[in-house]
Antibody
């Protein structure tokens, strides 16, 4: 069974940092591209970052470019999102989702909540 | 950046109705469009990819069409389980989601 499990969400002060993880199981993680997507409470979906299957290619949304870093460890079947200089408007549920070729998001994790507040 | 605009933002309908949601891209995205369904407190669920391909396990009452800049999601006969929020997503140039369409019970 394909599973994606996010962790690392927490309450953090503005300007702080946090590292999210997404553990994958039930499929060949190294064969899939991965994305991070977030959703502020009561709001729509916002794509944040993409990483290729081997990790050599990454893309970011303008809203997080320079502050967030996506990475992966294929040996550990894990995806990461390092978030620095956090702001109140980064408060959201953060989801990881897998992608392969023409199918952008067939499996998603359950999400992890990041709250940025003093 | 490519912008995605969905219409309507809210749609009221009854069980058995045929409904259509539209998604417009600010520039051509070919057929690189997906549709998702999301229920409160849950992760999005992929319904359609590459504009018109039905994801495995999704009921055939869902269908997608379009290319270039205009796309539609059609539900042929609404079922009680279909009342949810629907999002389009382009993946031709990075990824961008539409703002969502909330499908409510009339």
């Amino acid at each position: 069974e394909v599973q994606l499990v996010e962790s690392g969400g927490d309450l953090v002060q503005p300007g702080g940092s946090l590292r999210l993880s997404c553990g994958a199981s039930g499929f060949s993680f190294s064969s899939y591209e991965m994305n991070w997507v977030r959703q502020a409470p009561g709001k729509g979906l916002e794509w944040l970052a993409y990483i290729s299957s081997g990790g050599s290619t990454v893309y970011y949304a303008d809203s997080v470019k320079g502050r967030f870093t996506i990475s992966r460890d294929n040996a550990e079947s894990s995806l990461y999102l390092q978030m620095n200089n956090l702001r109140a408007d980064d408060t959201a549920f953060y989801y990881c989702a897998r992608e392969k070729q023409v199918v952008p998001g067939d499996y998603w994790g359950q999400g992890t909540l990041v709250t940025v507040a003093s | 950046d490519i912008q995605m605009t969905q219409s309507p933002s809210t749609l009221s309908a009854s069980v058995g109705d045929r409904v259509t949601i539209t998604c417009r891209a600010s520039q051509s995205i070919g057929g690189w469009l997906a549709w998702y369904q999301q229920k409160p407190g849950k992760a999005p669920k992929l319904l359609i990819y590459k504009a018109s391909s039905l994801q495995s396990g999704v009921p055939s009452r869902f269908s997608g069409s379009g290319s270039g800049t205009e796309f539609t999601l059609t539900i042929s006969s609404l079922q009680p389980d279909d009342f949810a929020t629907y999002y389009c997503q382009q993946y031709n140039n990075y990824h961008t989601f539409g703002q969502g369409t909330k499908l409510e019970i009339k």
